[in-house]
């Protein structure tokens, strides 16, 4: 059974910084992309960053140039560092690891930028 737990989230002023960390049981990351979406209210969830398996990354339009992913193999653990946040960045964020038909999201954590 795997899981995946976030940590990171909590409130910050706009321009401030957050890091949010993804934790999987069990041994996953042969062949998965991990990724961060984020569903903010009223919104659909949308993809934020994604990292494949061979290490090639994706943005959203909206975070390129203030977010990074990052993954670290052997400690099953992935990483969204976010940058110059703006209100606009208020959301749940929920980590996923996905290969083939096989997704998992984490319960999700909660970033509100605001001042």
């Known amino acids: 059974q795997v899981q995946l737990v976030e940590s990171g989230g909590g409130l910050v002023q706009p321009g401030g910084s957050l890091r949010l960390s993804c934790a999987a049981s069990g041994s996953i990351f042969s062949g998965y992309a991990m990724g961060w979406y984020r569903q903010a209210p009223g919104k659909q969830r949308e993809l934020v960053a994604r990292?494949?398996?061979?290490?090639?990354?994706n943005y959203a339009d909206s975070v390129k140039g203030r977010f990074t992913i990052s993954r670290d193999n052997a400690k099953n653990m992935w990483y969204l560092q976010m940058n110059s946040l703006k209100p606009e960045d208020t959301a749940v964020y929920y980590c996923?690891?996905?290969?083939?038909?096989?997704?998992?999201w984490g319960q999700g954590t909660q970033v509100t930028v605001s001042s």
């Open positions: 990292i494949t398996s061979g290490g090639t990354t």
């Open positions: 996923n690891a996905a290969r083939l038909a096989s997704w998992y």
